[in-house]
């Protein structure tokens, strides 16, 4: 599918506008992205990999993980082996919540602390780790109970909050980092009820392949919030929702009683039935790109970070060219260079390269299958040499090594068990 037209809602995209945006984002000041850090005790040539997984009974829905995996992965050879399995899914006990199927986690800006969501339920929970660097364990500090499911959790770049996108229940919250590194109550609670446009709970998204059974809103009537991260300004924090085809937008202000305020343009739409799933900004702050999970889309965003409004810019298929029937899209990265960007396709089971344009605009250049079943996650390594792959339903992992010049991607021979493996960090 070429690019599709925006037609009435496309907000004009000019050179004036991009140097504005750019020059305001400049103005803000950047936040530096990682702290002092003590080096990790991976063995040389090798970093390591936490891999979060499903736990529960085996079975077609992909729920075989135990816990939270270490892995290492060989910077010179694409090899990624396991370590061990760093924390165990517990049941809940007293006041702590059960900490099964950590299946998105993500670090703090010290690179000392971990942070999981325990998608089960509703409610789920969100669980806090303190990270020994030498040895890559990970110790247990607390839980706090959500009131969805977790389908994304991140932390902002000051390291004081996490921010949890709960698919199931359909809440967006916001939860305290305390000095120690443990969780405190939630301090921000959103539920996104009902849908946009409630007829694309059953005919196709707006721009699906052709052939495709994929509509929005297909496991409920409610919203399906997705992710909730800050910007790179660490201004603002965005919310994709599936259900209701909206990305939300919120002032940050870190410390205050209600730490998120509706930005002056409180979200976006996209186009009816398509399903914003993730979103990753480009190095430069002020680009943005959306991924859409029933249309198998993405889509270029304009970012302004004095007001946080968003415009769309194009729309293209994330899919490899003459594809038809269902697939849907999962994750969403933009390589450190911001030269190329990154989709996953469950079902089609393959992995899209995009060249970003002078412009930011994106033009697929090749796709390479995964290898395996239904690619939930994927994560480059610090270097950007290599690429992880986690197909969650043939339970591995696969590699690939990265062309720098042209983004491409070539499996490396290498196939890892791991059972239902969902979310990925890179300890740096």
């Avoid at 396991?82 to 950590?102: D, E, Y």
């Avoid at 930005?263 to 993730?278: K, L």
């Avoid at 004095?306 to 994330?318: D, H, N, R, V």
């Avoid at 792959?389 to 720098?404: E, K």
């Amino acid at each position: 599918m070429a690019d599709t037209k925006l037609e009435g809602w496309q907000s004009a995209f000019s050179r004036r506008t991009f140097l504005k945006s750019a020059a305001a984002f400049a103005a803000i000041g950047s936040v530096p992205s990682a702290f002092a850090q003590q080096p990790t005790g991976a063995p040389a040539g090798t970093v390591w990999l936490y891999i979060g997984t499903y736990t529960g009974a085996p079975g077609p829905r992909g729920r075989s993980g135990m816990g939270i995996y270490l892995c290492a992965l060989d910077l010179s050879t694409g090899k990624l082996t396991v370590v061990r399995l760093v924390a165990p899914a517990l049941p809940a006990s007293g006041t702590l919540p059960s900490t099964a199927s950590p299946s998105t986690i993500a670090l703090d800006p010290t690179r000392t602390h971990l942070y999981a969501g325990n998608e089960y339920g509703p409610p789920g929970a969100v669980s806090a780790y303190a990270i020994n660097r030498s040895t890559g364990d990970l110790t247990l500090l607390n839980g706090q109970a959500t009131l969805g499911a977790p389908a994304h959790v991140s932390v902002d770049e000051s390291g004081r909050y996490l921010f949890s996108a709960e698919y199931t229940g359909s809440y967006f919250e916001v939860f305290p980092i305390l000095a120690n590194g443990s969780l405190g109550p939630s301090v921000f609670t959103l539920q996104t009820l009902g849908n946009v446009d409630t007829s694309f709970q059953t005919k196709p998204a707006t721009n699906a392949p052709p052939g495709s059974f994929a509509f929005s809103a297909h496991e409920g009537p409610n919203g399906h919030p997705h992710q909730m991260e800050t910007d790179p300004s660490n201004q603002w924090v965005v919310g994709t929702d599936a259900g209701q085809d909206r990305i939300y937008v919120w002032k940050f202000a870190p410390g205050a009683t209600m730490p998120l305020t509706p930005a002056a343009i409180p979200f976006v739409n996209t186009p009816p039935g398509d399903g914003p799933r993730h979103f990753a900004f480009h190095p430069n702050g002020v680009w943005m790109y959306s991924i859409q999970e029933e249309a198998s889309t993405i889509m270029f965003w304009q970012f302004d970070p004095a007001t946080g409004a968003l415009s769309p810019q194009q729309i293209i298929s994330s899919v490899p060219p003459g594809f038809t029937g269902t697939d849907f899209t999962s994750e969403i990265r933009v390589s450190a260079d911001g030269d190329f960007v990154y989709g996953a396709n469950r079902l089609n089971d393959t992995i899209s390269v995009f060249k970003v344009g002078r412009d930011g605009t994106l033009t697929q250049v090749g796709y390479a299958s995964t290898l395996g079943d239904y690619p939930r996650i994927f994560a480059l390594d610090p270097s950007g040499r290599f690429m992880a792959v986690g197909n969650q339903s043939a339970d591995n992992v696969t590699t690939f090594s990265v062309n720098p010049g042209n983004g491409s991607l070539k499996f490396t021979g290498n196939y890892t068990s791991v059972g239902s493996p969902s979310g990925m960090v890179f300890l740096s």
